[in-house]
């Protein structure tokens, strides 16, 4: 099976514009949750979605968002960049079908804001 | 909120032992454990669950005290690959998402 597959994987965005990261989960998994990495803070959770619908959302403006589609793919859009959003995004898939499933992390979209 | 993890980084010799800490305030129901290795996606260990045993899997076994709301990682006899950085994650309450703690970095020498 192929893994958690996230596009791209490096950006570089100027402050103010907008962008759109994509992940595609393991096939059959229905669960995505995406994740900010920054040195020193560790993995930030944003916000997981299955079968198309929010079911979690962690503690960060509405300038983030997210949507998920009928094949499981998820996009995640960040409008109004700012310095401070510059970091690793990771998704994560899982089956989704029960508590305390085990995660598949993708390798991450490298988002650079100057 | 995030669970505390310690210590911060660990420095050891192939061979030695060590020792990593996750702790919280909440009550929790479950603990996670991954490991990242630089410029790589994080890559599950073990989960523990509330009322759960021991889990171990190679040299590499993790406890968790539903008492104290704390959780460790034990790497016996380490190897080079293991060095990366460990991460804990927990659940509390009703919500199914991943809390994770700002990590441990391990540095196995040869």
């Known amino acids: 099976k192929a893994g958690v597959t996230q596009t791209p994987r490096y950006l570089i965005k100027t402050r103010g514009q907008q962008v759109t990261l994509s992940c595609s989960p393991i096939?059959?998994?229905?669960?995505v949750s995406w994740y900010q990495q920054t040195p020193g803070q560790g993995l930030q959770f944003l916000f997981e979605?299955?079968?198309?619908?929010?079911?979690n959302k962690g503690n960060f403006p509405g300038r983030f968002s997210g949507r998920q589609f009928s094949n499981s793919r998820s996009e995640m859009n960040v409008s109004t960049l700012e310095l401070g959003d510059s970091a690793l995004y990771l998704c994560a898939s899982s089956l989704g079908q029960g508590a305390s499933e085990k995660l598949f992390f993708g390798s991450g979209t490298q988002l650079s804001v100057l | 909120q995030q669970p505390v993890q310690s210590p911060q980084a660990v420095i050891l010799r192939e061979g030695e032992d060590a020792v990593i800490n996750c702790s919280s305030s909440?009550?929790?129901?479950?603990v996670h454990w991954y490991r990242q290795k630089h410029g790589e996606a994080p890559i599950f260990l073990m989960i523990?669950?509330?009322?759960?045993e021991q889990k171990g899997h190679d040299k590499i076994s993790a406890s968790f005290n539903e008492k104290k709301q704390q959780s460790s990682l034990y790497l016996t006899a380490s190897q080079l690959s293991y060095s990366g950085t460990y991460f804990c994650?927990?659940?509390?309450?009703?919500?199914?998402?991943?809390?994770f703690g700002s990590g441990t970095q391990l540095t196995v020498l040869p």
């Open positions: 994650g927990t659940e509390s309450g009703s919500a199914r998402q991943l809390t």
């Open positions: 979605y299955f079968s198309e619908t929010q079911r």
């Open positions: 909440k009550a929790l129901y479950s």
């Open positions: 523990l669950l509330k009322g759960g």
């Open positions: 096939s059959g998994h229905r669960s």
